[in-house]
């Protein structure tokens, strides 16, 4: 009897180790779902509570569409999870083309509304495709199309990194950069440009390659304020940067009612729902941009420490992954989405303490917004699939 058990058991076993989704999943990184989900979870509060007071007759109007996507978040970071990584060597520059192709679809069917936010929205622009009571802002998804297409091309030919490869992935980013950038978007244009950078250094690009990428930025930056090819909005936002001294801008009235909201959490902050800088609307967009200044008016210095803390922790399970990738391109797809990740808080966070210029960059899986959430969750999803697998050899 014993010995049948025993033979039993070990079918069993074998069985378990034979599928290859049951053996991945004894590898899932709980630390880094808990946090992502623990931190996702406090962003719905706060949208909550800095919207709350918007809508008279509906208080709950953003509240129900964030939980809608943090739902449909939660579903797109377990299907990241489950189809192995390994097979975005197949299908992963057909994506790569989809989110192209609806960038493209922006201009022809896109939404318009007003550029920039609060009082310094000036002009048009594009960003959202919506079918019915759904607007997705591909821009979003496209970071993660520059990840995975970069990430696959490098894995491919990572011993022949040259100058005439990194003119083919140059093009290959060039071309979402330019129709984000043409929406306009410059955050999202910016966090591409981030993400490409720490891709190549990951990939191990040659110093003397990387020197001259950067020189060749270098100089588009310059011919782009040369000849005055910011939108006014996006010329005011940096402009005010560097004069945040002029009270009358009206970029720098939103940046210094941020400031005064978050000084004036104190250490403990005015508990949740109570602080009136943000919760009766006076910092513009709380509920997104500026959700970092809802978060110290409210919880104080305690709360956003634990806040960011916890951005700490999904950073340092990132990271982990990408040292344990079993291959270059798990190891990319992790180095992505970690640039991904610290870029936006470090951005968000820098612009409400005035540390960086105003841009509509969002808080990770904190400000309002279905596009962004899900793309993090996306990004989320694709780290945990390569730790998962991260036992199985090339």
């Known amino acids: 009897m014993a010995i049948h058990l025993l033979e039993r058991g070990a079918r069993v076993r074998s069985r378990r180790d034979e599928n290859p989704l049951l ?12 946090a992502t989900l623990a931190i996702s979870a406090f962003g719905v509060i706060m949208v909550y509570s800095a919207t709350r007071n918007v809508f008279v007759y509906e208080p709950t109007y953003y509240l129900k569409r964030q939980v809608v996507y943090l739902v449909l978040g939660v579903g797109l970071m377990l299907m990241c999870m489950v189809v192995d990584y390994r097979r975005l060597e197949q299908w992963g520059y057909i994506l790569y083309g989809l989110v192209v192709c609806s960038l493209l679809a922006v ?50 030919h990572e011993t022949e990194l040259g100058p005439r490869r990194l003119i083919v992935m140059a093009a290959m980013v060039l071309l979402p950069m330019a129709l984000v950038y043409k929406q306009p978007d410059l955050g999202t244009t910016i966090v591409i440009a981030v993400v490409v950078a720490a891709l190549l250094v990951f990939a191990g690009v040659k110093l003397r390659y990387l020197v001259g990428a950067a020189a060749v930025v270098a100089l588009g930056v310059t ?44 250490l403990k902050g005015l508990g949740l729902f109570h602080g009136p800088l943000t919760t009766l609307q006076y910092v513009p967009v709380a509920y997104a941009d500026f959700i970092f200044s809802a978060i110290g008016e409210q919880t104080g210095f305690i709360g956003a420490t634990v806040v960011l803390g916890l951005f700490a922790l999904i950073v340092f399970r990132i990271f982990r992954a990408m040292q344990v990738a079993r291959d270059t391109l798990g190891r990319l797809i992790c180095g992505g989405v970690l640039a991904f990740v610290v870029f936006s808080v470090f951005q968000n966070v820098g612009m409400n303490v005035g540390l960086m210029p105003i841009t509509g960059i969002p808080l990770p899986f904190i400000s309002y917004g279905g596009s962004a959430l899900l793309a993090f969750f996306a990004a989320i999803g694709l780290v945990a699939n390569v730790e998962m697998r991260r036992f199985r050899m090339r």
């Not at 004894?26 to 880094?32: C, F, G, N, S, W």
């Not at 970071?143 to 490098?154: D, E, H, Q, R």
């Not at 004069?243 to 959490?265: M, R, V």
């Open 223 to 266: 011919l782009i304020f040369q000849f005055n090819l910011l939108s006014g909005y996006q010329m005011a936002r940096i402009h005010s940067f560097f004069n945040q001294s002029q009270a009358a801008s009206s970029a720098n009235y939103n940046l210094t009612l941020a400031k005064e909201a978050i000084g004036s959490g104190g």
């Open 23 to 34: 053996t991945a999943l004894r590898h899932v990184d709980y630390v880094l779902l808990a």
């Open 107 to 156: 201009f022809a069917i896109g939404k318009q509304v007003a550029a920039g936010s609060g009082a310094a929205s000036t002009g048009d622009t594009q960003r959202w495709i919506q079918f019915g009571p759904i607007h997705i802002q591909p821009s979003e998804f496209g970071v993660l199309a520059v990840i995975v297409a970069v990430g696959l091309y490098a894995s491919r």
